[in-house]
């Protein structure tokens, strides 16, 4: 596979091995993968695939067994963890199905926090973020406050803080109903086309990727390249 400069986000042979009492457990076999910047890509797979595994390890969240993961130009299997907590906090963006928001915070200082963990508070952004997700009147509420929807929508808003290169989303959906996955992923959407913000997203729920420039299958720990635009999305640039 080529790695051509205007990748953002590169992955190369990437194995995830785990040593258990009954053996070895391949979970992720030679992955390879890529993200061009304005790129939203989904990848598909059933329960226990590998899909937040493959997150993990391309958020460096975890560390692969083998394999080359190169984020901007940068190997980040090659990076110690300060340099690595780094990369993650200012330049990739992470929403999660449980969204993670800390409970004894306000809304707005769940946004604002990431901008203050990177050196650089950045008020004016975090209201920004908040008026993106339709969140600014709720900024002094609490999450416990907000519904299911509203919570994902400030995680988004939290994910957007240092402004990321890339947003991982794992199953952002996964526990939201139908309506409300709709509105949490047409606000995806938005972001990727008026932004141009890059994602990789990670769903078993196929129906949501109807924005995507690229999908992948993750089978048998294999990732299998679909082919491009099952859904109604036009290139930017
Ligand atoms: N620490 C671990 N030790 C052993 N096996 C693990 C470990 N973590 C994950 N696994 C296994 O790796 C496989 C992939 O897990 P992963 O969570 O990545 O799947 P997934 O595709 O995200 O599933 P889901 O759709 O249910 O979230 C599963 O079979 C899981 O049991
Ligand atoms: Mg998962």
Request: charged fraction near 25%.
């Amino acid at each position: 596979m080529n790695n051509t400069t205007q990748d953002l986000l590169a992955a190369y042979d990437l194995k995830k091995e785990y040593t258990t009492p009954s053996g070895e457990l391949e979970i992720l076999k030679g992955v390879h993968l890529t993200l061009e910047p304005g790129e939203a890509v989904y990848v598909f797979g059933r329960s226990g695939s590998g899909k937040s595994t493959l997150l993990h390890l391309l958020g460096g969240l975890d560390q692969a067994t083998s394999g080359k993961i190169l984020f901007e130009g940068e190997d980040m299997t090659l990076l110690k963890e300060r340099e690595l907590a780094r990369v993650r906090n200012r330049r990739i963006g992470f929403v999660f199905q449980s969204y993670y928001l800390l409970p004894e915070l306000t809304l707005y200082e769940n946004v604002l926090l990431p901008t203050m963990i990177a050196g650089r508070r950045n008020d004016k952004w975090t209201k920004e973020c908040l008026k993106r997700v339709k969140l600014y009147s709720r900024a002094d509420h609490y999450p416990s406050e907000l519904s299911g929807g509203e919570k994902q929508r400030a995680a988004i808003a939290r994910a957007l803080a240092n402004r990321p290169s890339v947003v991982l989303c794992d199953e952002p959906t996964g526990n939201l109903d139908e309506e409300t996955a709709g509105i949490v992923m047409s606000l995806l959407e938005d972001l990727n086309r008026r932004e141009g913000q890059a994602f990789i997203i990670v769903t078993h729920d196929e129906a949501l990727a109807w924005h995507a420039h690229r999908t992948y299958r993750l089978v048998d720990g294999i990732l299998i390249p679909e082919a491009r635009g099952p859904v109604n999305v036009e290139k930017i640039s």
